[in-house]
């Protein structure tokens, strides 16, 4: 699938070879599993992608792309779909999570005032590392095969309509060439 719609949005592996912050590890990068476009390097892309996502650690493309590069997955999709969890989707994301958690727990969700500093994370921490792990684990596993079993379905509808367009371009110029019709 060369001529991919999604080909002029992902960056090629020249360019990324090129970034001098990846000189160290620019040898890996050879790999052509990592930079392919096809169902099971996409599908297990959006897999890492999604689940990596959901991870309430630092760095979680560089989470996503050390899977991507172990499962040998297209690795600019799986670092791309991280960006799902930015500054303004984050504190929703992990909420629900916390909140999922602690709901799979069964335990008291932390209540009072919530603070965005580190001193009230460092006074609360035990109380919600916990029920925000689980629910992380699970909302990423979750997101992670979803978005796996939608791209695989995508995919094999759009394999299904070229089939039937070359089918239909094939019976089209056979009854041109026959003269019926």
Known sequence: MRNHWITKYLPTRESIRAQKALWPVRHLLQHPELWHLHRRSVGGAFFIGLFCAFMPVPSQMVLAALLAFAARCNLPIAVALVWISNPLTIGPMFYFAYKLGAWLLDVELVNGPWELSWQWFGSQFAAIWWPLTLGCLVCGWVSGLT???????????????????????????????????
């Open 147 to 181: 978005g796996t079993v939608v791209s695989r379905l995508l995919w094999r509808f759009h394999a299904i309509r070229r089939w039937r367009r070359r089918r239909a371009r094939r019976a089209l110029r056979r009854v041109k060439s026959t003269g019926t019709g």
